[in-house]
């Protein structure tokens, strides 16, 4: 199997210094849009068929393979279909952007607190919503963050961009941040980010190579940390699970590839190279 290049001189290296010392080497996975399609009910979602399975064979050849989502570890657990995959040492979990981290040795979730302002944001939600007279706008509640979802609204972009002030307003009262996405907004607290999980494994793995897959808006702080690793030393190959949703992010990645079936085929790539 052919493995795609990346477009950039900074991703070949990071590419070249993972298959050359691979147990050195951290990669790390957005769930909706990347291992999983995105769908229009999140309750819906299901991995790309194969996809978890070429992942339970990396997290065996690399020094460390996670998941690193907006979702509750409990969603992935539950939809990820993850199986064996999620009792390996050197695979994790980090949900809510961080908040929350499956711990392998004790099969367990751990959490970080929950701010007040979630729960008081949460309240005011509804009677929000009814106002702006919006059909088909559902909120996932997350326990430690809430999201907004205009994707199965009649007109999905107005309803967005409709939402964004009155949404960014009421998570200012509440002391939390207003996170765009893909036809969502999320309310969650400041200052938590994929790009700090992704630097904490980093950290924990003592890895000199990274890699991170994502395909939203709430992915870019990802890439901001593997060019922070970069300059800190480490090789880092930033990847974009292509999307026209989302161009800020195909501008910023060293390699595009189709969605989780280009996900998948580039993971199966690197297992034939690793193996």
């Avoid at 499956?102 to 939600?125: C, I, K, M, N």
């Avoid at 059909?135 to 939402?163: I, N, W, Y």
């Avoid at 994502?214 to 999307?243: I, N, P, Q, T």
Wanted: glycine letters at 12%; aromatic letters at 4%; one cysteine or more.
């Amino acid at each position: 199997m052919v493995l795609k290049s990346p477009g950039t001189a900074e991703g070949a290296a990071g590419l070249a210094a993972i298959l050359d010392r691979p147990q050195e080497a951290s990669l790390a996975f957005d769930f909706d849009g990347v291992l999983s399609p995105i769908v229009a009910d999140p309750g819906l979602s299901r991995p790309y068929p194969g996809v978890v399975a070429a992942l339970g064979r990396l997290a065996e050849l690399a020094g460390s393979v996670s998941i690193i989502t907006g979702r509750p570890v409990a969603d992935v657990l539950r939809l990820g279909e993850l199986g064996e995959l999620a009792a390996l040492e050197h695979f994790s979990i980090f949900g809510l952007y961080g908040m929350q981290r499956w711990d392998w040795g004790s099969r367990s979730v751990v959490s970080e607190p929950a701010l007040p302002g979630v729960a008081a944001a949460r309240a005011e939600l509804p009677g929000l919503l009814e106002r702006a007279g919006l059909r088909g706008v559902s909120v996932e509640d997350k326990t430690m963050s809430v999201a907004v979802h205009t994707r199965r609204a009649d007109q999905p972009q107005q309803a967005f961009e409709a939402l964004r002030e009155p949404l960014r307003e009421l998570a200012g009262r509440h002391g939390l941040a207003l996170e765009p996405g893909r036809m969502v907004l999320e309310l969650r607290p400041p200052g938590i980010d994929k790009g700090h999980a992704l630097e904490a494994i980093a950290e924990q793995h003592r890895v000199r190579a990274v890699a991170y897959f994502g395909d939203d808006l709430g992915d870019l702080a990802a890439f901001d940390a593997v060019e922070r690793l970069r300059e800190a030393g480490l090789a880092g190959l930033k990847v974009c699970s292509g999307s026209d949703e989302v161009p800020r992010l195909a501008e910023r990645a060293d390699l595009i590839v189709d969605g989780p079936p280009g996900v998948l085929e580039f993971v199966e790539g690197l297992n034939e190279r690793l193996k």
